[in-house]
């Protein structure tokens, strides 16, 4: 991996193939190795970049980042650095994932002129219920006493479809171990900023860039009936199901994801 001297943190992403610049935002407790199968297949006819997101994989916290949080807004501008870093003027193509898209939505509220497409996986645009965003509390002042591992314990059951417990077990065990290697800080931070996340319904109309929104047949985190809405709120948006999938569609199906992302890039080339 690569590292940026960003304002905030030294991030460590991955930068490989040349063409339009596509950045790919993981999710939570996660790293860019969610999007591993996705850096080798698109990576052949584009620029993918794919960082570590502050307090993730190999990209450290600022201090007092984990007490204060860190907002999706911040998570975003810490991306448009790392586009400056690497002297990326081009418009991009944005490809978010869960809350990766939180943070997408971010930059497209506040760097939309850098954008040539937008792709939005397993994500929501509401808020949470206030119970949820007291469990997200609850996780970021006790993690560090739990330890990892109980937050893959909590969340490994809703992450993956049914059948990919029976079928892909080493995909379970790969998100498993990812998660078992986060910072109990970075999961703070993360949660911390996505419980203090605004809900982002009223920017859906105003996006202009050709949009995917793509989702996991079976994702019990951002179910498809609500990622369905937020693609008929984006003018013009496509909206793809990746079947036999739950949340992790990326590692689940990466063959269906594929697909649907070179799809998707080849119209956008085309226009
Ligand atoms: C993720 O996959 O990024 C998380 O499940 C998002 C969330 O906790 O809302």
């Given at each position: 991996m690569k590292t940026a001297a960003l304002s905030q943190t030294n991030m460590a992403y991955v930068d490989e193939g040349q063409g339009v610049p596509l950045l790919l935002v993981h999710g939570f407790p996660?790293?860019?190795?969610?999007?591993d199968a996705q850096i080798a297949a698109l990576s052949r006819g584009t620029r993918v970049i794919a960082p570590d997101l502050r307090?993730?994989?190999?990209t450290p916290l600022a201090p007092g980042d984990a007490e204060r949080g860190i907002s999706m807004e911040a998570y975003a501008d810490d991306l448009a650095e790392l586009l400056d870093q690497l002297s990326i003027r081009e418009p991009i193509v944005l490809v978010g994932f869960s809350m990766g898209g939180y943070v997408a939505w971010q930059f497209v509220r506040k760097?939309?002129?850098?954008?040539r497409a937008l792709v939005q996986c397993d994500t929501r645009a509401k808020t949470d219920t206030e119970e949820a965003r007291m469990g997200r509390i609850k996780m970021a002042e006790c993690v560090a006493e739990w330890g990892s591992g109980r937050v893959a314990e909590m969340m490994g059951p809703k992450?993956?479809?049914?059948?990919t417990f029976m079928r892909k077990p080493e995909v379970v065990a790969a998100v498993r171990a990812v998660v078992e290697r986060t910072r109990p800080a970075g999961t703070a931070a993360a949660q911390r900023g996505m419980a203090a996340?605004?809900?982002?319904?009223?920017l859906l109309p105003t996006i202009k860039v050709p949009t995917l929104v793509l989702v996991g047949e079976f994702d019990a985190i951002s179910p498809p009936a609500e990622m369905k809405e937020i693609a008929h709120a984006i003018p013009g948006a496509e909206f793809v199901v990746i079947s036999h999938a739950g949340h992790m569609t990326t590692m689940e199906e990466p063959a269906m994801v594929n697909n649907a992302l070179t799809n998707f890039l080849n119209r956008v080339h085309k226009q």
């Open positions: 996660l790293d860019h190795t969610m999007w307090g993730f994989g190999r760097y939309g002129g850098r954008l992450l993956f479809a049914p059948e996340r605004p809900d982002m319904t009223g």
